[in-house]
């Protein structure tokens, strides 16, 4: 899989209702709709609410087994600011997977997924860069 | 400011988190996961209990760092999951600069290190989040 092959393409659009939402979800305090308020900075984990129901890539993709996955880091950057009122159009692609021997035993799987997010004149506005962690059997 | 300037800077506490803050959270972001809230599914995998989503703590941590720099100026925002979050737990989210602002541009480049620890002092997650500053922002002006 390449960033050209991605696991799932998906249109997303920035709603206010969502961005109320997740505000009130995660103690962030709302700005008026008429200001096309910034999306606070974790908000693109949203794009999972576009995606198929159940989609899970690194299940679907590497056989992760969901009971012993975790999610070990996150990351965002922003070429520009998201506002409420864009559509933007992601894809997530598979970045890079290795493996280590797991501390109870068995192997520890690591994949790294890429969101790379552009407008709608293909320009790219935001990349999220998600680690996911498969441990070991043997616990 | 400079770079041994690395005192805390802020502090906020978030919580106790609630089973039905892990659901509203999970309903606003899509993530369902179940082991963050189908107690049957938590335990069918190993856990006493369900444990709070980490994009959760996340979120409360990039919400502490856009009231502190303004949500406008953050362009990157990167966290590590250490520990597991329990319903119940109090988090306290705290704040440190560790670079040293340069003031020749005429926005000002920050780092600031986010640290989630629960009510027992164990770090639940870090974070950095970088952003450009206006240099008349009262963040700087508060230094």
Same mark, same amino acid.
């Given at each position: 899989?390449?960033?050209?092959?991605?696991?799932?393409?998906?249109?997303?659009?920035?709603?206010?209702?969502?961005?109320?939402?997740?505000?009130?979800? #995660?103690?962030?305090?709302?700005?008026?709709?008429?200001?096309?308020?910034?999306?606070?900075?974790?908000?693109?984990? #949203?794009?999972?609410?576009?995606?198929?129901? &159940?989609?899970?890539p690194?299940?679907?993709?590497?056989?992760?087994?969901?009971?012993?996955?975790?999610?070990?880091?996150?990351?965002?950057?922003?070429?520009?600011?998201?506002?409420?009122?864009d559509?933007? !159009? &992601?894809?997530?692609?598979?970045?890079?997977?290795?493996?280590?021997?797991?501390?109870?035993?068995?192997?520890?799987?690591?994949?790294?997924w890429?969101?790379?997010?552009d407008?709608? !004149?293909g320009?790219?506005?935001?990349?999220?860069?998600? #680690?996911?962690?498969? #441990?070991?059997?043997?616990? | 400011?400079?770079?041994?300037?690395?005192q805390?800077?802020?502090?906020?506490?978030?919580?106790?988190?609630?089973? @039905? +803050?892990? =659901?509203?959270?999970?309903?606003?972001?899509?993530?369902?996961?179940?082991?963050?809230?189908? =107690?049957?599914?938590?335990?069918s995998?190993?856990f006493d *209990?369900?444990?709070?989503?980490?994009?959760?703590?996340?979120?409360?941590?990039? @919400?502490?760092?856009? *009231?502190?720099?303004?949500?406008?100026?953050?362009?990157?925002? /990167?966290?590590?999951?250490?520990?597991?979050?329990?319903?119940? *737990?109090?988090?306290?989210?705290?704040? %440190?600069?560790?670079?040293?602002? +340069? %003031?020749?541009?005429?926005?000002?480049?920050?780092?600031?290190?986010? @640290?989630? %620890?629960?009510?027992?002092?164990?770090?639940?997650a @870090?974070?950095?989040?970088?952003?450009?500053?206006? %240099? *008349?922002?009262?963040?700087?002006?508060? /230094?």
């Amino acid at each position: 899989m390449t960033k050209d092959n991605p696991a799932y393409s998906f249109s997303m659009q920035v709603s206010y209702g969502k961005y109320l939402e997740f505000a009130a979800a #995660t103690g962030f305090k709302p700005k008026p709709e008429k200001d096309h308020p910034v999306v606070p900075p974790t908000f693109l984990a #949203t794009a999972e609410a576009w995606l198929p129901p &159940g989609a899970w890539p690194a299940g679907e993709i590497l056989g992760f087994d969901l009971k012993r996955s975790l999610h070990g880091e996150q990351e965002f950057t922003y070429i520009k600011p998201v506002r409420v009122g864009d559509r933007l !159009n &992601g894809r997530i692609w598979l970045e890079s997977t290795f493996s280590k021997a797991g501390s109870r035993g068995g192997e520890m799987r690591f994949s790294i997924w890429v969101t790379d997010f552009d407008d709608e !004149n293909g320009n790219s506005v935001a990349q999220s860069k998600m #680690t996911i962690i498969e #441990t070991g059997s043997g616990k | 400011m400079n770079p041994s300037d690395s005192q805390a800077i802020a502090t906020r506490e978030f919580g106790p988190i609630s089973r @039905t +803050d892990i =659901v509203r959270y999970q309903g606003a972001s899509g993530d369902l996961n179940p082991i963050h809230h189908d =107690v049957e599914f938590a335990k069918s995998a190993g856990f006493d *209990d369900v444990f709070v989503v980490g994009m959760l703590i996340a979120g409360y941590l990039a @919400t502490f760092a856009s *009231d502190l720099v303004g949500v406008e100026s953050i362009t990157n925002f /990167k966290i590590r999951f250490q520990a597991q979050t329990w319903p119940g *737990d109090l988090i306290t989210c705290s704040a %440190k600069t560790i670079m040293q602002p +340069d %003031k020749s541009g005429p926005l000002v480049h920050v780092t600031l290190e986010l @640290t989630a %620890k629960n009510q027992n002092g164990a770090i639940a997650a @870090t974070a950095y989040a970088d952003a450009e500053i206006p %240099k *008349d922002s009262s963040f700087l002006s508060s /230094k």
